[in-house]
T-cell receptor, first 114, second 115 residues
Framework: DQQVKQNSPSLSVQEGRISILNCDYTNSMFDYFLWYKKYPAEGPTFLIS?????DKNEDGRFTVFLNKSAKHLSLHIVPSQPGDSAVYFCAASARGTSYGKLTFGQGTILTVHP | NAGVTQTPKFQVLKTGQSMTLQCAQD?????MYWYRQDPGMGLRLIYY???????DKGEVPNGYNVSRLNKREFSLRLESAAPSQTSVYFC??????????????FGPGTRLTVL
């Protein structure tokens, strides 16, 4: 049972345009959501997070939106840059989960073309 | 400050061989985790350690054992490797108590192939 789903395996955008990566979840106990970025042959690195008490969080070019009623979150990257090309994972954790265990989506490969 | 380090970076095993993947963190984090990453599956939690001296099973623990040697080090052991354990293994750590939400910091990974 995939509790966190990223239904788009890949996304291709032009440099300077907006990239929108989507993530859906099924577990209503999830209350904290994170996005990680992963380059080839490296470990994932934390990008941005959002608590369920918010519906938006911004950090520079990156904004995460949370729609709790739809159990959906999205990551917006504006403007997109070639260095943003990577695999993006969304992850979720649930209040009461022992010690912050994260459940990850399958990942979306983002390619930003110059 | 190296963060999370993993050894080895690459390993090839034959079916039935054993090996231990090493992980260490220098951030004084309490919690440590082992994940595996397979194509189309994201990262799946194998085992985690909330604090020194404790370990618990994650989503896919079968075929693995772990040891939290001290606060810094968390090792993953394959006693009898199988081709299904071919994967990329990531160790992570976080500064958590009982609250959820803090991000985890990942090592560079170990790419394991079992023939």
């Amino acid at each position: 049972d995939q509790q966190v789903k990223q239904n788009s395996p890949s996304l291709s955008v032009q440099e300077g345009r907006i990239s929108i990566l989507n993530c859906d979840y099924t577990n209503s106990m999830f209350d904290y959501f994170l996005w990680y970025k992963k380059y080839p042959a490296e470990g994932p690195t934390f990008l941005i997070s959002i608590s369920s008490i918010k519906d938006k969080n911004e950090d520079g070019r990156f904004t995460v939106f949370l729609n709790k009623s739809a159990k959906h979150l999205s990551l917006h990257i504006v403007p997109s840059q070639p260095g943003d090309s990577a695999v993006y994972f969304c992850a979720a954790s649930a209040r009461g989960t022992s010690y912050g265990k994260l459940t990850f989506g399958q990942g979306t490969i983002l390619t930003v073309h110059p | 400050n190296a963060g999370v380090t993993q050894t080895p970076k690459f390993q090839v095993l034959k079916t039935g061989q054993s090996m231990t993947l090493q992980c260490a963190q220098d951030m004084n984090h309490n919690s440590m985790y082992w994940y595996r990453q397979d194509p189309g599956m994201g990262l799946r939690l194998i085992y985690y350690s909330a604090s020194e001296g404790t370990t618990d099973k994650g989503e896919v623990p079968n075929g693995y054992n772990v040891s939290r040697l001290n606060k810094r080090e968390f090792s993953l052991r394959l006693e009898s490797a199988a081709p299904s354990q071919t994967s990329v293994y990531f160790c992570a750590s976080s500064d958590l108590g009982l609250a959820s939400g803090n991000e985890q910091f990942f090592g560079p990974g170990t790419r394991l192939t079992v023939l």
